[in-house]
């Protein structure tokens, strides 16, 4: 039983190798999969939508499509910043259980694509059962430290999600 759980992880650790965005928010260092990703986009006008959540941005006009905005920072509890000439959007398309939302999120500043090794990956920290950790995919452990490698699909709720897809309505 024991091998075939080492086989598993294996397997699973494979299934995260690839080719990941980083980003920073907040001096820490992130990551999303690449295939994620649709764009890269610098900061642009957002028109707030009222009662939504904090981290909910608004809505950008993106191409004559009209897409929600989540900042990250506040996602994830951060303390909120203003935006500087480095804070980017980045457009990523998530895949739920109501099907697929393109939506953009407010970051620190890009860094660069890395193809990260499955070696190189090792599974998220358990913080108990108090906190809820679905959302990372990963640590990367890579020179200069480690880069929280992100599941995109899970950093929203599908509840979240159908409150974004209503605000870009």
């Known amino acids: 039983m024991?091998?075939?759980?080492?086989?598993?992880?294996?397997?699973?650790?494979?299934?995260?190798?690839?080719?990941?965005l980083t980003f920073s928010l907040a001096q820490e260092e992130y990551g999303i999969g690449i295939l994620q990703v649709k764009e890269?986009?610098?900061?642009?006008?957002?028109?707030?939508?009222?009662?939504?959540?904090?981290?909910?941005?608004?809505?950008?006009?993106?191409?004559?499509?009209?897409?929600?905005?989540?900042?990250l920072r506040l996602r994830f509890s951060m303390e909120e910043i203003d935006y500087t000439e480095r804070t980017c959007i980045i457009v990523v398309?998530?895949?739920?259980s109501s099907g697929d939302t393109v939506m953009g999120?407010?970051?620190?500043?890009?860094s660069?694509?890395?193809n990260i090794k499955a070696e190189?990956?090792?599974?998220?920290?358990?913080?108990?059962?108090?906190?809820?950790?679905?959302?990372?995919?990963?640590?990367?452990?890579?020179?200069?430290g480690v880069k929280i490698l992100?599941?995109?699909?899970?950093?929203?709720?599908a509840q979240e999600i159908a409150v974004l897809e209503q605000a870009a309505c």
């Open 93 to 96: 398309e998530t895949i739920g």
């Open 150 to 157: 992100l599941e995109i699909d899970k950093v929203l709720s």
């Open 120 to 144: 190189s990956i090792e599974p998220a920290p358990a913080f108990g059962t108090s906190l809820n950790t679905d959302y990372i995919l990963g640590m990367a452990k890579l020179e200069g």
């Open 40 to 71: 890269i986009i610098g900061m642009m006008p957002i028109t707030s939508v009222p009662r939504t959540p904090d981290f909910v941005k608004g809505v950008i006009n993106l191409r004559g499509k009209v897409i929600p905005v989540i900042d």
């Open 2 to 20: 024991e091998k075939n759980q080492a086989i598993n992880m294996e397997e699973n650790l494979l299934e995260k190798e690839g080719k990941y």
């Open 105 to 110: 999120i407010v970051v620190d500043s890009v």
């Open 112 to 114: 660069e694509v890395l």
